[in-house]
Every structure is written in structure tokens, then in C-alpha cells.
């Protein structure tokens, strides 16, 4: 049994992207070791060479990007001169690239001096120590780079779990919309008589249907409105994820890590939901009391409407706003 749910979770864990970790942290297994290996010649005696050579260890065991950020730091104090400038100029590149051109630009501007010819660096004070201010600077540089690579990765996992789970809602919601729309058109009754039997609390929904003398109209009057409701309610949930999901390819780049985390949070997807579900609801019932113009029939276009309540955060309110202002008037 033990062996069935590991190999589940293999598969699982694959298809959702942990290979690609994987081979992720096999390559900087691979570079971070050649690097060692080549840089250990020079300074074989340093007592940092025990610590990265128990680094890169582990790192082999368990994997995990603070052990490459930490086995990358330690392994500046082992660059001798002609590395150490090679791999300042390459960081600067990459600050140049990926960095902001606030904080680029500061790198720039203290490396200014720092990479100068030998005989300008004669003028600078404390010339014996050009080295150490190097690697001052370059480990300061790597480990703004660290933290943008980091958020760039973290901001991709959270986007993809987010996708995955609005995406998951929205299809639940396209296959009842479906359902409902084919028991609408082939049997109008079928849902009705499914909620009266076993949701009585459904009967809130027919409650202001208008008073019709004919009890046999006045029963039919009531399966429609309830299917009618039912409609609404499904085409703001539809509106809802739609649109979480538009959204969210626009804001990835715009908003903080911490709110695109909140993103992918169960709790903020089933808000958003019942957020477009009520909005839904609430222009479906001024249609029913005819403060919008219009009519639920055709079918369509009360779906057509819900949906884009559910999908607009700002068309009921301006919808209650404008009926606010009629009612103040009267």
C-alpha cells in the first residue's frame, strides 16, 4: 500500500512540476561543484573549503536553493584576483539585465572605481584593500540577484497554483452551466422538482413571485424563476473565475510576492466566488423587480447580465448607486 501512494505521489509530483526542480538543482549541483573543485586549488589549507565541501553534501542529499544560495556566498572569499574581477563584471551584467536601474545602478556606480586600471587605483585611499571591497560588492550584488531569482521562481509557483485552482473552478462551473442548460431546454420541471424535494430551502427564491390567480400558472411562474435563478447564480460564478483568472496574467509582474501568494489561497478564490454569486443574485432580483430595463427573456440574456456582474466588481455597485440617487429623487 505504502509503495502504491509513493509512486502516486512520484506521479503526481512530476506532472505538477517537480521535475523540473529537480533537474533544476542537478544542474546547480553540477556548477556549483566544477566551480569548487577548480577554485580549491589555489587556497587547499582555507577553512571554508571543509564547510562548502559539507554544503555541496548535502546539497546532493536534500537538494534546496538556500544551500545553493549559501554554498555561492562562501565560495567568494576563495576567488583569487583574476576570478574575482571576472565574476564582478559578470554580476554587474546580470544587475544590468535583471535588476532594477535604481539598484543596478548603485552596484554601477561603487564598482566605478573599484574596476579601474592598476596605476588609478594608486590614488585611492586604503589601495591594499581593493580586493576585500570587492568582494564586499560582490557579495552584496550576488545576494540581490539571489532574492530576484527567488521571487521570480516563487512568483511562477504561485501563479501556476493559482491558474490550476481558478482554472479547476472554473470548469466545475461550465459543467453545471452546461447541466442546467440542458434541463432547461429538455425538461424545464427536472430541477425544480429535484430542489423542491430535496433543498427546501430553495423556496426563498420564489417568494416574490408575483400573485397570479391561477394556481397552475402561478406554479409554472415559480419553476421558471427558480430555474432562472439558478442560471444567475451560475453565470456569476463563471464571471467570477473568468475573471480571477484575466486578472491574474496582468497583475503577476505589478503586485507584491506576498499578495500574489495570497492569490493562490483557498480562501480568497471562494471570496471572490461568492463575491460574483451575490453580485449575480442582486442583478437578478432588479430584474425581477424591474429596476433594469429589459426583460429575463430571452433566456440569455439574463446570463449574459449575471455573468457580467460576476465578473465586474463595480457594475452593481454603480447599478445600487444609481438606484440609490432614483429612490432619493422620488
Known amino acids: 500500500m505504502w509503495f502504491e501512494f509513493k509512486a502516486w505521489k512520484d506521479k503526481i509530483n512530476r506532472w505538477y512540476g517537480r ?6 538543482n542537478r544542474q546547480n549541483i553540477i556548477r556549483l561543484t566544477t566551480y569548487f573543485q577548480r577554485i580549491k586549488v589555489d587556497q587547499p589549507d582555507n577553512p571554508l573549503i571543509g564547510e562548502i565541501q559539507e554544503q555541496l553534501t548535502d546539497l546532493q ?11 555561492e556566498l562562501l565560495l567568494v ?5 583574476d576570478d574575482l ?3 564582478l563584471h559578470y554580476q554587474l551584467h546580470n544587475a544590468q539585465v535583471f535588476l532594477p536601474a535604481y539598484e543596478s545602478g548603485f552596484f554601477k556606480e561603487h564598482s566605478a572605481s573599484l ?7 594608486q590614488q585611492l585611499p586604503d589601495s591594499d584593500d581593493i580586493a576585500g571591497r570587492k568582494r564586499a560588492l560582490l557579495t552584496r550584488l550576488i545576494v540581490s540577484l539571489q532574492q530576484f ?13 493559482a491558474c490550476f485552482k481558478i482554472g479547476l473552478f472554473f470548469g466545475i462551473a461550465i459543467a453545471f452551466s452546461v447541466f442546467l442548460l440542458a434541463i432547461g431546454i429538455l425538461h424545464p420541471e427536472g430541477i425544480y422538482q429535484y430542489c423542491s424535494r430535496y433543498c427546501p430551502q430553495f423556496a426563498w427564491v420564489t417568494s416574490i413571485t408575483a400573485e397570479i390567480a391561477d394556481p397552475t400558472e402561478t406554479q409554472q411562474t415559480d419553476k421558471i424563476h427558480l430555474h432562472f435563478a439558478i442560471a444567475a447564480v451560475m453565470a456569476g ?6 475573471s480571477m483568472l484575466i486578472s491574474l496574467k496582468g497583475r503577476i509582474k505589478t503586485i507584491t510576492l506576498k499578495e500574489l501568494e495570497n492569490l493562490h489561497k483557498l480562501h480568497f478564490i471562494l471570496t471572490r466566488i461568492v463575491t460574483g454569486i451575490g453580485a449575480a443574485l442582486i442583478c437578478y432580483y432588479f430584474f425581477r423587480a424591474q429596476l433594469l430595463t429589459g426583460s429575463l427573456f430571452p433566456y440569455f440574456t ?9 465578473f465586474s466588481e463595480k457594475l452593481v455597485p454603480s447599478i445600487l448607486s444609481k438606484t440609490e440617487g432614483q429612490l432619493a429623487e422620488t
Open 302 to 310: 439574463l446570463i449574459i447580465w449575471c455573468f457580467i456582474a460576476g
Open 77 to 81: 572569499p576563495l576567488l583569487n584576483t
Open 115 to 121: 574596476l579601474q586600471k592598476p596605476e588609478a587605483q
Open 19 to 24: 521535475s523540473y526542480y529537480e533537474q533544476i
Open 237 to 242: 460564478y463563471m464571471g467570477a473565475c473568468f
Open 61 to 71: 542529499k536534500e537538494g534546496g536553493w538556500d544551500k545553493v544560495k549559501s554554498i
Open 85 to 87: 574581477d571576472m565574476e
Open 149 to 161: 531569482h527567488e521571487d521570480r521562481v516563487l512568483r511562477s509557483i504561485f501563479a501556476n497554483k
